[in-house]
């Protein structure tokens, strides 16, 4: 009895954790294994989470640097590229800023541009953007995946994937979006595509990978896509 009661409270909490679960189909049957994706990796998936106190700018530059570039960085690797240049008193003090940022994606080969936009053009934003927002008094930077026109999905460097509503996200946000352009993005990347949030009945509206006119609205260039 003490077993079976043990493997059912596995089979009732296996979605907080990591690994395999073996499935028997029917009794006397082949045994399935299946993955099982723990709450916190689905959180953070395809997400560089923040490791200091500081960095959610390198994180959430890690992200889109990762995965709508392929490039094999990391939080450490893009602090290390931006102290370079950077002051490193006001570091410590106020984080790196888009300027940082900046200067980091040139040293790199690549660039980068910041737009003014208003809240009712964020469903034209058709690549993923590091955007600023101030929680509680507390500014942030995150990647802003995608934007509809109820929703904002957020890649939280410390809070995971997220989803606002548009007027929220509008209240915490300096209406500034930072676009990384260069050489080999991927027009079909995961981060155009969110995870369905873990509490949401509705589904996201089908993914469209965007065109080649679209992404040069946003300073992208015809030898980006060569």
């Given amino acids: 009895m003490r077993i079976a009661t043990l ?14 679960m073996a499935i028997s189909a029917m009794p006397g049957g082949a ?7 723990s709450i916190r990796e689905r959180r953070f998936a ?9 960095s959610c700018g390198a994180a959430a530059l890690a992200t889109i640097l990762r995965q709508a570039y392929w490039l094999d960085v990391d939080e450490d690797h893009i602090i290390k ?6 002051d490193q008193d006001l570091v410590r003090t106020q984080g790196f800023s888009m300027l940082d940022m900046k200067r ?49 999905y957020i890649g939280d460097p ?12 509008v209240k915490g946000w300096n209406g ?21 949030p873990l509490t949401a009945k509705n589904q996201l509206n ?11 609205d946003f300073g992208f260039i015809q030898s980006d896509f060569f």
């Fill in 176 to 196: 500034i979006v930072f676009a990384v352009l260069g050489e080999g993005y991927d027009k079909a990347n995961v981060l155009l595509d969110p995870p369905t």
């Fill in 158 to 169: 410390v809070l995971g994937h997220k989803r606002y509503s548009r007027d929220d996200f």
């Fill in 206 to 216: 089908e993914f469209r990978p965007v065109g080649d006119a679209e992404l040069m």
């Fill in 81 to 86: 590229g931006m102290l370079v240049t950077a």
């Fill in 7 to 20: 493997t059912l409270l596995m089979l009732l909490t296996g979605t907080t954790w990591a690994g395999t």
């Fill in 104 to 152: 980091y994606l040139e040293s790199i080969g690549m660039r980068a541009r910041g737009y003014k936009i208003a809240p009712d053009t964020l469903v034209t934003v058709k690549i993923p953007v590091v955007v600023l927002l101030e929680i509680r008094g507390y500014k942030h930077f995150v990647v802003m995946q995608r934007a509809d026109k109820d929703w904002v």
């Fill in 46 to 54: 395809n997400l560089v989470e923040q490791k200091t106190d500081f």
């Fill in 31 to 37: 045994v399935i294994f299946k993955k099982v994706e």
